[in-house]
Protein backbone atom coordinates (compact mmCIF):
# COMPACT_ATOMS: atom_id res chain seq x y z
CA UNK A 1 0.00 0.00 0.00
CA UNK A 2 1.40 3.69 -1.10
CA UNK A 3 0.18 6.59 0.65
CA UNK A 4 -0.43 9.97 -1.05
CA UNK A 5 -1.54 13.83 -0.41
CA UNK A 6 -4.67 15.00 -2.45
CA UNK A 7 -3.79 18.49 -3.41
CA UNK A 8 -7.24 20.05 -3.64
CA UNK A 9 -7.33 23.37 -6.74
CA UNK A 10 -10.66 24.21 -4.96
CA UNK A 11 -9.61 25.36 -1.48
CA UNK A 12 -6.16 26.22 -1.65
CA UNK A 13 -4.47 29.05 -3.76
CA UNK A 14 -2.07 27.26 -6.19
CA UNK A 15 1.15 28.77 -4.78
CA UNK A 16 0.33 27.89 -1.52
CA UNK A 17 -0.46 24.15 -2.41
CA UNK A 18 2.82 23.88 -4.54
CA UNK A 19 4.61 24.43 -1.03
CA UNK A 20 1.88 22.11 0.39
CA UNK A 21 3.03 19.22 -1.78
CA UNK A 22 6.49 19.75 -1.31
CA UNK A 23 5.81 20.05 2.47
CA UNK A 24 3.90 16.51 2.09
CA UNK A 25 6.99 15.16 0.36
CA UNK A 26 9.43 15.98 3.01
CA UNK A 27 6.73 14.32 5.92
CA UNK A 28 7.14 11.14 3.91
CA UNK A 29 3.86 10.63 1.34
CA UNK A 30 4.61 8.79 -1.12
CA UNK A 31 2.67 10.19 -3.91
CA UNK A 32 -0.02 13.14 -4.72
CA UNK A 33 -3.42 13.42 -6.93
CA UNK A 34 -4.93 16.43 -7.00
CA UNK A 35 -8.43 18.24 -9.06
CA UNK A 36 -8.86 19.77 -11.96
CA UNK A 37 -11.76 22.64 -11.54
CA UNK A 38 -12.62 25.72 -13.20
CA UNK A 39 -14.63 26.51 -10.39
CA UNK A 40 -14.74 25.62 -6.36
CA UNK A 41 -17.38 23.49 -4.91
CA UNK A 42 -18.67 26.73 -2.72
CA UNK A 43 -17.68 29.92 -2.11
CA UNK A 44 -16.15 29.39 0.93
CA UNK A 45 -13.76 27.29 -1.01
CA UNK A 46 -12.44 30.01 -3.24
CA UNK A 47 -9.82 29.05 -5.45
CA UNK A 48 -9.61 26.92 -8.56
CA UNK A 49 -5.90 27.48 -10.12
CA UNK A 50 -5.58 25.63 -13.61
CA UNK A 51 -4.64 22.10 -12.48
CA UNK A 52 -1.78 21.61 -15.65
CA UNK A 53 0.44 24.54 -15.25
CA UNK A 54 0.53 23.75 -11.35
CA UNK A 55 1.33 20.12 -12.38
CA UNK A 56 4.49 20.92 -13.87
CA UNK A 57 5.76 22.89 -10.95
CA UNK A 58 4.58 20.36 -8.37
CA UNK A 59 6.76 17.71 -10.99
CA UNK A 60 9.72 19.53 -11.43
CA UNK A 61 10.10 20.66 -7.88
CA UNK A 62 9.41 17.38 -6.02
CA UNK A 63 10.19 13.15 -6.82
CA UNK A 64 7.43 12.17 -6.20
CA UNK A 65 4.47 10.69 -8.94
CA UNK A 66 1.33 13.09 -9.45
CA UNK A 67 -1.99 12.36 -11.20
CA UNK A 68 -5.29 14.62 -11.85
CA UNK A 69 -8.60 13.90 -12.23
CA UNK A 70 -9.49 15.82 -15.38
CA UNK A 71 -12.62 16.00 -17.94
CA UNK A 72 -11.79 15.48 -21.72
CA UNK A 73 -14.86 16.29 -24.32
CA UNK A 74 -16.37 19.57 -23.54
CA UNK A 75 -14.01 22.28 -22.03
CA UNK A 76 -10.97 20.43 -23.11
CA UNK A 77 -10.69 18.87 -27.00
CA UNK A 78 -9.53 14.93 -26.61
CA UNK A 79 -6.24 16.47 -28.92
CA UNK A 80 -5.30 19.14 -26.84
CA UNK A 81 -5.80 17.29 -23.62
CA UNK A 82 -3.84 14.30 -25.55
CA UNK A 83 -1.17 16.61 -26.10
CA UNK A 84 -0.65 17.98 -22.61
CA UNK A 85 -0.58 14.47 -21.11
CA UNK A 86 1.97 13.81 -23.24
CA UNK A 87 3.85 16.57 -23.02
CA UNK A 88 3.91 16.11 -18.79
CA UNK A 89 4.82 12.25 -19.40
CA UNK A 90 7.39 12.93 -21.57
CA UNK A 91 9.09 15.50 -19.45
CA UNK A 92 8.30 13.28 -16.54
CA UNK A 93 8.56 9.69 -17.69
CA UNK A 94 6.97 7.17 -15.78
CA UNK A 95 5.77 9.68 -13.05
CA UNK A 96 2.14 11.38 -14.27
CA UNK A 97 -1.05 9.47 -14.59
CA UNK A 98 -4.63 11.36 -15.46
CA UNK A 99 -7.90 9.91 -14.20
CA UNK A 100 -10.51 10.35 -17.17
CA UNK A 101 -14.04 11.17 -16.06
CA UNK A 102 -16.98 12.57 -17.65
CA UNK A 103 -17.07 15.76 -15.64
CA UNK A 104 -19.59 17.98 -14.04
CA UNK A 105 -21.89 20.91 -15.27
CA UNK A 106 -20.08 23.65 -12.85
CA UNK A 107 -16.90 23.35 -14.74
CA UNK A 108 -17.89 22.43 -18.44
CA UNK A 109 -21.18 24.66 -18.74
CA UNK A 110 -18.93 27.85 -19.53
CA UNK A 111 -18.26 26.71 -23.02
CA UNK A 112 -21.80 27.34 -23.83
CA UNK A 113 -22.59 24.02 -24.76
CA UNK A 114 -25.19 21.79 -23.94
CA UNK A 115 -24.68 19.75 -20.58
CA UNK A 116 -25.61 15.93 -21.51
CA UNK A 117 -27.58 13.39 -20.00
CA UNK A 118 -25.35 10.80 -18.17
CA UNK A 119 -24.59 8.47 -20.57
CA UNK A 120 -24.13 10.86 -23.77
CA UNK A 121 -21.69 11.86 -21.29
CA UNK A 122 -20.48 8.55 -20.82
CA UNK A 123 -20.06 7.61 -24.16
CA UNK A 124 -18.41 11.13 -25.56
CA UNK A 125 -15.53 10.06 -22.82
CA UNK A 126 -15.47 6.72 -24.38
CA UNK A 127 -14.80 8.74 -27.26
CA UNK A 128 -12.42 11.02 -25.83
CA UNK A 129 -10.61 8.20 -24.24
CA UNK A 130 -10.27 6.08 -27.97
CA UNK A 131 -9.06 9.15 -29.04
CA UNK A 132 -6.48 10.41 -26.86
CA UNK A 133 -4.64 6.78 -26.39
CA UNK A 134 -4.40 6.89 -30.33
CA UNK A 135 -2.75 9.97 -29.82
CA UNK A 136 -0.59 9.34 -27.18
CA UNK A 137 0.34 5.93 -29.38
CA UNK A 138 1.83 8.14 -32.44
CA UNK A 139 -1.48 7.51 -34.64
CA UNK A 140 -2.95 10.43 -36.56
CA UNK A 141 -6.66 10.72 -35.50
CA UNK A 142 -10.09 11.61 -37.48
CA UNK A 143 -12.92 11.40 -35.45
CA UNK A 144 -16.84 12.33 -35.97
CA UNK A 145 -19.03 11.44 -33.35
CA UNK A 146 -20.12 12.96 -30.08
CA UNK A 147 -16.42 14.75 -30.47
CA UNK A 148 -15.01 15.52 -33.80
CA UNK A 149 -11.36 15.37 -34.27
CA UNK A 150 -9.89 16.24 -37.87
CA UNK A 151 -6.14 14.94 -38.44
CA UNK A 152 -5.12 15.38 -35.06
CA UNK A 153 -1.31 14.05 -34.03
CA UNK A 154 0.75 14.86 -31.03
CA UNK A 155 4.23 15.47 -32.45
CA UNK A 156 5.98 15.37 -28.52
CA UNK A 157 5.43 11.62 -27.18
CA UNK A 158 5.88 9.95 -24.32
CA UNK A 159 7.87 6.61 -23.47
CA UNK A 160 6.15 4.95 -21.12
CA UNK A 161 2.68 6.47 -22.02
CA UNK A 162 1.07 8.09 -18.80
CA UNK A 163 -1.61 5.81 -17.43
CA UNK A 164 -5.50 7.06 -17.88
CA UNK A 165 -7.06 5.89 -15.07
CA UNK A 166 -11.00 5.45 -14.79
CA UNK A 167 -12.73 7.19 -12.37
CA UNK A 168 -15.93 5.31 -10.97
CA UNK A 169 -18.22 6.49 -7.62
CA UNK A 170 -20.37 3.53 -8.59
CA UNK A 171 -20.41 0.01 -8.91
CA UNK A 172 -21.97 0.35 -12.21
CA UNK A 173 -19.27 3.08 -13.52
CA UNK A 174 -16.40 0.59 -12.04
CA UNK A 175 -17.37 -2.51 -14.05
CA UNK A 176 -18.25 0.11 -16.94
CA UNK A 177 -14.55 1.81 -16.99
CA UNK A 178 -12.74 -1.75 -16.65
CA UNK A 179 -13.18 -1.90 -20.58
CA UNK A 180 -10.61 0.92 -21.11
CA UNK A 181 -8.93 1.94 -18.26
CA UNK A 182 -5.41 1.47 -16.62
CA UNK A 183 -6.35 1.16 -13.01
CA UNK A 184 -9.30 2.62 -10.83
CA UNK A 185 -9.90 5.56 -8.39
CA UNK A 186 -12.83 5.91 -6.34
CA UNK A 187 -13.61 8.04 -2.80
CA UNK A 188 -14.44 6.88 0.13
CA UNK A 189 -18.09 5.20 0.31
CA UNK A 190 -19.41 2.16 3.03
CA UNK A 191 -17.18 -0.72 2.96
CA UNK A 192 -20.09 -2.88 1.55
CA UNK A 193 -20.34 -0.33 -1.71
CA UNK A 194 -16.56 -0.20 -1.94
CA UNK A 195 -16.20 -4.58 -1.93
CA UNK A 196 -18.88 -4.23 -4.90
CA UNK A 197 -17.14 -1.85 -6.67
CA UNK A 198 -13.96 -3.56 -6.65
CA UNK A 199 -15.34 -6.80 -7.58
CA UNK A 200 -17.33 -5.04 -10.11
CA UNK A 201 -14.00 -3.54 -11.44
CA UNK A 202 -11.56 -6.79 -11.66
CA UNK A 203 -14.95 -8.86 -12.74
CA UNK A 204 -15.00 -7.08 -15.81
CA UNK A 205 -11.12 -7.67 -16.67
CA UNK A 206 -10.08 -4.28 -14.90
CA UNK A 207 -6.11 -4.28 -14.39
CA UNK A 208 -3.90 -1.79 -12.70
CA UNK A 209 -3.73 -0.24 -9.53
CA UNK A 210 -7.06 0.38 -7.53
CA UNK A 211 -6.51 3.78 -5.60
CA UNK A 212 -8.93 5.38 -2.83
CA UNK A 213 -8.92 9.38 -2.29
CA UNK A 214 -10.40 9.53 1.25
CA UNK A 215 -11.38 12.70 2.58
CA UNK A 216 -10.91 13.27 6.20
CA UNK A 217 -10.37 16.68 9.01
CA UNK A 218 -8.41 15.78 11.47
CA UNK A 219 -7.16 18.87 14.35
CA UNK A 220 -6.17 19.01 17.87
CA UNK A 221 -9.76 18.88 18.88
CA UNK A 222 -13.11 16.98 17.95
CA UNK A 223 -14.77 20.89 17.87
CA UNK A 224 -12.19 21.53 15.20
CA UNK A 225 -11.77 18.60 13.20
CA UNK A 226 -15.97 19.08 12.72
CA UNK A 227 -16.02 22.34 12.39
CA UNK A 228 -13.45 22.64 9.30
CA UNK A 229 -15.19 19.52 7.34
CA UNK A 230 -18.68 21.30 8.23
CA UNK A 231 -17.48 24.81 6.83
CA UNK A 232 -15.09 23.48 3.77
CA UNK A 233 -16.84 20.27 3.14
CA UNK A 234 -21.06 20.44 3.73
CA UNK A 235 -21.57 20.28 -0.20
CA UNK A 236 -19.70 17.23 -0.24
CA UNK A 237 -22.93 15.50 0.89
CA UNK A 238 -24.43 15.69 -2.32
CA UNK A 239 -24.15 12.68 -4.42
CA UNK A 240 -25.23 11.63 -8.39
CA UNK A 241 -26.22 13.56 -9.67
CA UNK A 242 -26.87 17.05 -7.71
CA UNK A 243 -23.09 16.94 -7.97
CA UNK A 244 -22.70 16.34 -11.81
CA UNK A 245 -25.88 18.96 -12.81
CA UNK A 246 -25.04 21.55 -10.48
CA UNK A 247 -23.57 24.59 -12.85
CA UNK A 248 -22.43 26.68 -9.67
CA UNK A 249 -21.36 27.32 -6.27
CA UNK A 250 -23.77 30.22 -4.98
CA UNK A 251 -26.66 26.84 -5.63
CA UNK A 252 -24.45 24.43 -3.89
CA UNK A 253 -24.26 27.49 -1.35
CA UNK A 254 -28.14 27.37 -0.56
CA UNK A 255 -27.97 23.22 -0.92
CA UNK A 256 -25.63 23.13 2.14
CA UNK A 257 -27.32 25.95 4.10
CA UNK A 258 -29.07 23.57 6.23
CA UNK A 259 -26.53 20.20 6.21
CA UNK A 260 -25.62 19.37 9.42
CA UNK A 261 -22.33 18.48 11.21
CA UNK A 262 -23.37 14.91 11.57
CA UNK A 263 -24.45 14.62 8.17
CA UNK A 264 -20.73 15.98 7.19
CA UNK A 265 -19.33 12.91 9.17
CA UNK A 266 -21.07 10.41 6.92
CA UNK A 267 -18.65 11.48 3.85
CA UNK A 268 -15.81 13.08 5.87
CA UNK A 269 -13.43 10.69 8.38
CA UNK A 270 -13.81 13.51 11.17
CA UNK A 271 -11.52 12.82 14.46
CA UNK A 272 -8.78 14.71 16.64
CA UNK A 273 -7.78 10.97 17.08
CA UNK A 274 -4.51 10.37 15.21
CA UNK A 275 -4.89 6.45 16.15
CA UNK A 276 -8.69 6.94 14.53
CA UNK A 277 -7.67 7.67 11.45
CA UNK A 278 -4.75 5.16 11.36
CA UNK A 279 -7.76 2.19 12.07
CA UNK A 280 -9.91 3.99 9.33
CA UNK A 281 -7.11 3.94 7.07
CA UNK A 282 -6.04 0.44 7.08
CA UNK A 283 -9.93 -0.76 7.24
CA UNK A 284 -9.58 0.77 3.14
CA UNK A 285 -6.57 -1.08 2.78
CA UNK A 286 -8.26 -4.16 3.84
CA UNK A 287 -10.47 -3.91 1.27
CA UNK A 288 -7.80 -4.77 -1.53
CA UNK A 289 -7.14 -0.85 -2.22
CA UNK A 290 -3.25 -0.44 -3.32
CA UNK A 291 -3.38 3.53 -3.21
CA UNK A 292 -4.44 5.51 -0.69
CA UNK A 293 -3.97 9.48 -1.14
CA UNK A 294 -5.52 11.65 2.14
CA UNK A 295 -7.67 14.52 1.27
CA UNK A 296 -8.18 16.95 4.31
CA UNK A 297 -10.54 18.99 3.91
CA UNK A 298 -9.20 22.06 5.90
CA UNK A 299 -7.74 25.11 3.79
CA UNK A 300 -4.77 25.29 5.96
CA UNK A 301 -2.94 21.76 5.44
CA UNK A 302 0.95 21.92 8.11
CA UNK A 303 -0.32 20.97 10.55
CA UNK A 304 -2.27 17.80 8.84
CA UNK A 305 1.02 16.93 7.05
CA UNK A 306 3.60 17.39 9.95
CA UNK A 307 0.86 15.04 12.47
CA UNK A 308 0.28 12.85 9.62
CA UNK A 309 3.92 12.55 8.86
CA UNK A 310 4.84 12.29 12.27
CA UNK A 311 2.38 9.89 13.33
CA UNK A 312 0.32 8.05 10.85
CA UNK A 313 1.96 7.30 8.33
CA UNK A 314 5.03 5.54 10.05
CA UNK A 315 2.64 3.51 11.85
CA UNK A 316 0.41 2.10 9.00
CA UNK A 317 4.13 1.41 7.40
CA UNK A 318 5.23 -0.66 10.22
Not at 23 to 50: I, K, N, V
Not at 106 to 114: A, I, P
Not at 270 to 284: C, F, P, T
Request: proline share 5%; aromatic share 8%.
Amino acid sequence: MRLGFHASHEQISPRQLLLDVQHAERAGFDMAMCSDHLSPWTTSQGHSGYTWSWLGAALATTDLDLGCVSAPGQRYHPAVHAQKIATLGQMFPGRFWVALGSGEDMNEHVTGDRWPVKEVRTRRLEECVDVIRRLLEGEEVTHDGLVTVDRARIWERADPVPLLVGPAASVESAARVARWADGLVTLNQPHDTLRELLAAYRDAGGTGRAALQVHLSWAPTEEEAEAVAHDQWRAGVFGEPVNWDTPVPGAFDLMAEHVSAEAVREVVRVSADLGQHRAWIEEYAALGFDDIYLHHVGQVQERFIDAFGETVLPALRG
